[in-house]
Nanobody, 127 residues
Framework: QVQLVESGGGLVQPGGSLRLSCAVSADTLNFYNIGWFRQVPGKEREGVSCISGWEGTTYYADSVKGRFTISRDNAKSTVYLQMNSLQPEDTAVYYC????????????????????WGQGTQVTVSS
C-alpha cells in the first residue's frame, strides 16, 4: 500500500520560493503518476502539476507554468515541486497524490485518477 508524506510548506513573502517534497513509499516511482494539488478553504481542490510514471512526462496548470517545476528522484522515491515567484494566490494546502500509471485516457488534473493522498502541507504567501 503506497503511502505519501508531504513536507516543505511554510510562510514565504511574495516573490519568494519554496520546495515541496513528497516522499512515496513505493518500490519504484515508475509505476505511479504523482500529482500535486492544492486547496483553499471553500474552494475546489485543483490540480497544480503532475509527473507521469515511466516516461516522466510533466504537466502544469496554466496558473503555475513558468514558475513551478516538478521533478523526481527515483533513488529517493521522492517527488519535488519547486515553486518560484510565489504570489498570495498560491496560498493553499498542497497535497501530493499517487495514481497507477498506464491509463490510456489519463487526465492528470482529475482527482479520480489518484487513489492515494498525502496529508497536505500548508503554503502561505504573505508579506
Amino acid at each position: 500500500q503506497v503511502q505519501l508524506v508531504e513536507s516543505g510548506g511554510g510562510l514565504v513573502q511574495p516573490g519568494g520560493s519554496l520546495r515541496l517534497s513528497c516522499a512515496v513509499s513505493a518500490d519504484t516511482l515508475n509505476f505511479y503518476n504523482i500529482g500535486w494539488f492544492r486547496q483553499v478553504p471553500g474552494k475546489e481542490r485543483e490540480g497544480v502539476s503532475c509527473i507521469s510514471g515511466w516516461e516522466g512526462t510533466t504537466y502544469y496548470a496554466d496558473s503555475v507554468k513558468g514558475r513551478f517545476t516538478i521533478s523526481r528522484d527515483n533513488a529517493k522515491s521522492t517527488v519535488y515541486l519547486q515553486m518560484n515567484s510565489l504570489q498570495p494566490e498560491d496560498t493553499a494546502v498542497y497535497y501530493c497524490a499517487a495514481g497507477v500509471y498506464g491509463s490510456k485516457w489519463f487526465r492528470w488534473e482529475g482527482q479520480y485518477e489518484y487513489h492515494k493522498w498525502g496529508q497536505g502541507t500548508q503554503v502561505t504567501v504573505s508579506s
